[in-house]
């Protein structure tokens, strides 16, 4: 199957399901194309014990030639944050800046700390062991929420506005910081490097302030092209420019793509749609990237349901992935409190911020690509299970439950997504 039947049949099934769950489940659209890839792959699975083994084995050796790592983090992942970050407010996320940011760095370390402490315990009792390196690695990986799942089911919930920054903002800055601590515990790891805080820094200063510095400028260039004219094809043409080129450069400079995507994304959301863009373009351009947000979730998540067909199941890894979902959920709410209890002192929250953000964090395609980026072994096939019953759980249980939770925890309180108010700035 080459490039375009390969593509030809995503379109299709991501076609196919979004119809069937618009027309009869009417679940949030990721999560409903999510579910309904997952039970197509399992009937697969059903029917190839049954006798369609061939059919099931030439759609699974497809769907095992897509390298969802690179396909994701290479490929997919930078023009699904710059669409996200066209729509968020610099002004409210600004607002937020301190409370994203402790999220996004220190509470990714901690929840990778907590993360792999247990699990070492947990796995090696139920007879899953990994070693401790391992375990580290896979809270670096779990720790960062997904903002292509988190942005997706906050389109269709309604969650404090306050709340809602923080939850958006930290997904869009956390998988930068994250990747870099997976890639550093990663290294250890498999013996490529040793743990030093020399090493750390410079990861740090080069993929993170590198990434966003590369970001601002990129973004700025776009912003004075876009100025410069007044046609919506040749500004839209701009912007695709920034997130394929943009991206790829990112990559070459080893700088961080995700975090310059974000920057970008904000700027020309921001000052771009204010002072360079006409009435007209701003129209046309929210409609493009709308459209293309949409055509890639879809595929995005109907991929990650296919993705059963090629996994290596043992009963010691569907028994620590059972295990390891209180586990990250545990981590993170350890996490978020800690940093909720530490900010209190400047500031106010609004009423059950700890547990919306704990439940609304969901984990997504970044996890299992990193996962699936792994070397070959015996931890990788631990690793990888384990990594998609969390997303699987966080996304079908987590993405379909926020809703509710939010109607429960705030039916007293009346939260309006345009009221800033249930939440009051103590220091800026």
Known sequence: ????????????????????????LKLPTTIGLMALALVFSLGLVAAGSLGGSERVAALAAAVEAVDFDRTLLHGMLGALLFAGALHVKLDDLYAQRRVVAILATAGILVSTALVAGAAWVVFAAIGAPLPFVYCLVFGALISPTDPIAVLGVLKQVQVPKSLEIKIAGESLFNDGFGVVVFLVLLGVATGQSDVDAGRVASLLAVEVVGGIAYGFALGYLAYRMLHS???????????LAVVTGGYALAHALHVS??????????????RGRRLAM???????????WELADEFLNAILFVLIGLEVLVLTWQASALWAGVAAIPLVLAARWLAVGG??????????FSPHAVSVLTWGGLRGGISVALALSLPAGPERDTIVGVTYLVVCFSILVQGLSIGPLLARLYSSDSPSRDSSSSETELMQ
């Not at 995503?10 to 076609?15: E, G, N």
């Not at 995700?258 to 921001?270: K, S, Y």
């Open 339 to 348: 940093a909720v209890t530490v900010l209190r002192r400047w500031r106010s």
């Open 257 to 270: 793509g995700p975090l310059a995507m974000v920057v970008a994304g904000l700027l020309l959301g921001n």
């Open 229 to 239: 004219v007044d046609q919506y094809a040749v500004e839209i043409l701009v912007t």
């Open 1 to 24: 199957m080459d490039v375009f039947e390969l593509l030809s049949l995503l379109t299709t099934l991501a076609a196919v399901f979004s119809w069937l769950n618009y027309r009869f």
């Open 278 to 288: 006409s009435p007209t373009t701003r129209e046309r351009l929210d409609a493009f």
